[in-house]
C-alpha cells in the first residue's frame, strides 16, 4: 500500500470551481460558499467552524460540529451509497458495539461514578463517527481539505500562544516543558503534526497562488509557523513524540525522494531539506543540554526490562508506562474479548492496591494513582476487548486503503497523500505512550482527519452512483 502514496498522478483535466455542479447531495462538490440552500451554507460554515476551534475551543467547536452534522442530515440523499460501503459498515458495527457495551456497563456498574464513566467515554468514543457528516462537506475538494488543515493548524497556535506567559519569557522558559496549553505530550504530538503538515505541503506556501498574497508574505508566514511548531516539538520534551516525529520525517523523506521526478519544483525539495535541517540543528544546539537529560532519563528502567526484573522496574514515567502496560495485560488476560467496558481503566486502575501505579505530583506534594494506562491499544484492550480493538483496527485499515487508492488514481493530490500518510504513521506510534482518543482535543484531530480522508472516496462513490 505504501508505494500508492509516491505514484505520479495522471494528467487529467479538471473542471474549475465555478464549473462545478452545486449539487453535493447527490455527488459532486460545491465551490467554497457559493450558491446553494441554506442547509448546505450552514453545513460548510459549521464546518470551518468546528475546524478552526477543534484545538482553540470547546464551545464553538462543538456548535461548529452540531451545525455540520444536523445540515448534513437535512442535505444527504444518498443513504444507499453509505449503506453498502464497507467503511462506513464496520464504522457502524463499532458504534453499535460500543453503544450497547457503554449500555450494559451503565446498568451493571456496582457505584455511581463507574456508570456515569461508562456513559460518557462511550458517547466520546460513538462521537468519532462524526467525521461522516465532516467528510460530507469537506467534498473531496483539494483546496477546501487545505483550508480545513490551516484552519486547524490555525487554531492550534492561538491557542498555544494564547496560553504563554509573555512576561516571564525568557531563557529560563526554553529549558522547561511547556504544559499551560495542553499536556506536554499531547502539546508535542500537535506540534510534530503541525510540523509535518507544514514540510509536506509547502509547496501552497512557497509559490504564488489564488487571493493575490505576496509571497515573501507567504514564506514569512510558513517560516514562522514551521519555527513555532519545531520550537513546540522540543519544548513538550516527550520523547514519545520525538520519536513518532523521527520516523515520520524519515517516512516523509523516502515518499519525496521516491516522487522527485514527478514534482512540479524539484528545487523546493533540496531547499526544504535544508531549511528543516538547519532549523531542527539550530533549535538541538540551543536546547542540548535539557534535551541530552530528557533522553537520559529512563535508562535504568530501560536495563531492567531488557534484564526481565520487572519486579525492581523504578517508578519514573518510564517505568509507570511499564507497570500500567503490565498490569492491562493481566486485567485483559481475565475478559480477553468483550473488556471490561468504556471509561473502566481509572477505575480500575484506583482499585488496583498496587503502588507501584501511583505517580508524585509536585502540584499537590504527593502520589495519585495513574488516570489511564499511557497506551492507547492497551486501553481499548481493556475497555473494548479484542472485538472493539479488531473493528477500530479494520476501519483504520480501510480509511488507509481509501487514501491510498486515491492517490493511486490521482484524485488525491500528492501533496496530501504524503501528508497523511505521515501523520498515520506518527499517530500510531504516539498512541504508544499516551491516551487521549476520548478527550476532546484528540477527538475533534480524529474526526478532521478522518474526515478529509473519507471526503475522497464518499465523493468518489457519490460521483460513481450518478453516472
Same mark, same amino acid.
Given at each position: 500500500?505504501?508505494r500508492?502514496f509516491?505514484?505520479?498522478?495522471?494528467?487529467?483535466?479538471?473542471?474549475?470551481?465555478?464549473?462545478?455542479? =452545486?449539487n453535493?447531495?447527490?455527488g459532486?462538490?460545491?465551490?467554497?460558499l457559493?450558491?446553494?440552500?441554506?442547509?448546505?451554507?450552514?453545513?460548510?460554515?459549521?464546518?470551518y467552524?468546528?475546524?478552526?476551534?477543534?484545538?482553540?475551543?470547546i464551545?464553538?467547536?462543538?456548535?461548529?460540529?452540531?451545525?455540520?452534522?444536523?445540515?448534513?442530515?437535512?442535505?444527504?440523499?444518498? #443513504?444507499r451509497?453509505?449503506?453498502?460501503?464497507p467503511?462506513?459498515?464496520?464504522?457502524?458495527?463499532?458504534a453499535? !458495539?460500543?453503544?450497547?457495551?457503554?449500555?450494559?456497563? !451503565?446498568?451493571?456498574?456496582?457505584?455511581?461514578?463507574?456508570?456515569?464513566?461508562?456513559?460518557?467515554?462511550?458517547? =466520546? %468514543?460513538?462521537?468519532?463517527?462524526?467525521?461522516?457528516?465532516?467528510?460530507?462537506?469537506?467534498?473531496?475538494?483539494?483546496?477546501?481539505?487545505?483550508i480545513?488543515?490551516? &484552519?486547524? &493548524?490555525?487554531?492550534?497556535?492561538?491557542?498555544?500562544?494564547?496560553?504563554?506567559?509573555?512576561?516571564?519569557?525568557d531563557?529560563?522558559?526554553?529549558?522547561?516543558?511547556?504544559?499551560? !496549553?495542553?499536556?506536554?505530550?499531547?502539546? *508535542?504530538?500537535?506540534?510534530?503534526?503541525?510540523?509535518?503538515?507544514?514540510?509536506?505541503?509547502?509547496?501552497?506556501?512557497?509559490?504564488?497562488?489564488p487571493?493575490?498574497?505576496?509571497?515573501? +508574505?507567504?514564506?514569512?508566514? %510558513?517560516?514562522?509557523?514551521?519555527?513555532?511548531?519545531?520550537?513546540?516539538?522540543?519544548?513538550?520534551?516527550?520523547?514519545?513524540? #520525538?520519536?513518532?516525529?523521527?520516523?515520520?520525517?524519515?517516512?516523509l523523506?523516502?515518499?519525496? #525522494?521516491? *516522487?522527485?521526478?514527478?514534482?512540479?519544483?524539484?528545487?523546493?525539495?533540496?531547499?526544504?531539506?535544508?531549511?528543516?535541517?538547519i532549523?531542527?540543528?539550530?533549535?538541538?544546539?540551543?536546547?542540548?543540554?535539557?534535551i541530552?537529560?530528557?533522553?537520559?532519563?529512563?535508562?535504568?528502567?530501560?536495563?531492567?526490562?531488557?534484564?526481565?526484573?520487572?519486579?525492581?522496574?523504578?517508578?519514573?514515567?518510564?517505568?509507570?508506562?511499564?507497570?500500567?502496560?503490565?498490569?492491562?495485560?493481566?486485567?485483559?488476560?481475565?475478559?480477553? %474479548?468483550?473488556? %471490561?467496558g468504556?471509561?473502566?481503566?481509572?477505575?480500575?486502575?484506583?482499585?488496583?492496591?498496587?503502588?507501584? +501505579?501511583?505517580?508524585?505530583?509536585?502540584?499537590?506534594?504527593?502520589?495519585?494513582?495513574?488516570?489511564?494506562?499511557?497506551?492507547? !491499544?492497551?486501553?481499548?484492550?481493556?475497555q473494548?476487548?479484542?472485538?472493539?480493538?479488531?473493528?477500530?483496527?479494520?476501519?483504520?485499515?480501510?480509511?488507509?486503503?481509501?487514501?491510498?487508492?486515491?492517490?493511486?488514481?490521482?484524485r488525491?493530490?500528492? =501533496?496530501?497523500?504524503?501528508?497523511?500518510?505521515?501523520?498515520?504513521?506518527?499517530?500510531?506510534? #504516539?498512541?504508544?505512550?499516551?491516551?487521549r482518543?476520548?478527550?476532546?482535543?484528540?477527538?475533534?484531530?480524529?474526526?478532521?482527519?478522518?474526515?478529509?480522508?473519507?471526503?475522497?472516496?464518499?465523493?468518489?462513490?457519490?460521483?460513481?452512483?450518478?453516472?
Amino acid at each position: 500500500m505504501l508505494r500508492e502514496f509516491h505514484r505520479k498522478e495522471p494528467h487529467r483535466p479538471h473542471p474549475r470551481p465555478d464549473q462545478e455542479n =452545486d449539487n453535493l447531495a447527490h455527488g459532486t462538490a460545491s465551490p467554497l460558499l457559493e450558491t446553494g440552500d441554506w442547509s448546505r451554507r450552514v453545513g460548510l460554515f459549521g464546518s470551518y467552524l468546528f475546524a478552526g476551534f477543534a484545538l482553540l475551543g470547546i464551545t464553538p467547536a462543538t456548535v461548529g460540529l452540531v451545525l455540520l452534522s444536523l445540515s448534513f442530515l437535512i442535505s444527504f440523499r444518498n #443513504w444507499r451509497v453509505l449503506a453498502r460501503d464497507p467503511l462506513i459498515i464496520i464504522a457502524l458495527a463499532f458504534a453499535l !458495539y460500543v453503544a450497547l457495551h457503554s449500555l450494559l456497563t !451503565y446498568l451493571t456498574a456496582p457505584i455511581d461514578a463507574q456508570a456515569k464513566a461508562a456513559a460518557d467515554a462511550g458517547v =466520546d %468514543w460513538v462521537r468519532l463517527l462524526l467525521f461522516i457528516p465532516f467528510a460530507f462537506w469537506a467534498g473531496g475538494r483539494p483546496e477546501r481539505v487545505r483550508i480545513l488543515l490551516l &484552519l486547524g &493548524l490555525a487554531g492550534f497556535v492561538v491557542g498555544a500562544l494564547r496560553k504563554v506567559g509573555w512576561t516571564p519569557l525568557d531563557a529560563q522558559f526554553f529549558t522547561q516543558r511547556f504544559e499551560a !496549553y495542553l499536556p506536554a505530550i499531547a502539546f *508535542g504530538m500537535f506540534s510534530g503534526l503541525a510540523a509535518l503538515g507544514l514540510i509536506a505541503l509547502r509547496e501552497r506556501f512557497w509559490h504564488p497562488g489564488p487571493g493575490g498574497v505576496p509571497r515573501w +508574505l507567504r514564506l514569512v508566514s %510558513w517560516l514562522a509557523l514551521l519555527a513555532f511548531a519545531l520550537e513546540g516539538l522540543m519544548l513538550s520534551y516527550s520523547r514519545t513524540s #520525538w520519536v513518532a516525529f523521527a520516523m515520520a520525517a524519515a517516512l516523509l523523506a523516502y515518499l519525496e #525522494w521516491r *516522487g522527485h521526478r514527478a514534482a512540479a519544483h524539484p528545487g523546493t525539495r533540496i531547499a526544504a531539506v535544508l531549511v528543516v535541517a538547519i532549523s531542527l540543528a539550530l533549535l538541538i544546539a540551543l536546547q542540548h543540554r535539557q534535551i541530552a537529560h530528557r533522553l537520559e532519563e529512563g535508562g535504568e528502567t530501560i536495563s531492567k526490562v531488557l534484564s526481565g526484573d520487572f519486579a525492581d522496574v523504578p517508578s519514573d514515567p518510564s517505568g509507570l508506562r511499564v507497570h500500567a502496560l503490565h498490569y492491562a495485560l493481566d486485567l485483559w488476560s481475565q475478559r480477553p %474479548w468483550l473488556g %471490561w467496558g468504556a471509561g473502566s481503566s481509572r477505575s480500575l486502575l484506583m482499585h488496583s492496591a498496587r503502588p507501584d +501505579l501511583m505517580l508524585y505530583t509536585e502540584k499537590l506534594h504527593k502520589k495519585v494513582w495513574l488516570r489511564h494506562l499511557h497506551n492507547t !491499544y492497551a486501553e481499548i484492550l481493556v475497555q473494548l476487548g479484542i472485538i472493539g480493538l479488531a473493528l477500530l483496527a479494520a476501519l483504520l485499515w480501510l480509511l488507509a486503503r481509501a487514501a491510498a487508492l486515491a492517490c493511486r488514481e490521482g484524485r488525491m493530490p500528492g =501533496d496530501l497523500c504524503r501528508f497523511f500518510a505521515v501523520s498515520l504513521l506518527f499517530v500510531l506510534i #504516539w498512541n504508544l505512550g499516551d491516551y487521549r482518543l476520548v478527550r476532546h482535543d484528540y477527538n475533534f484531530f480524529f474526526i478532521i482527519f478522518a474526515g478529509t480522508v473519507y471526503s475522497y472516496r464518499l465523493r468518489f462513490l457519490l460521483e460513481e452512483a450518478h453516472g
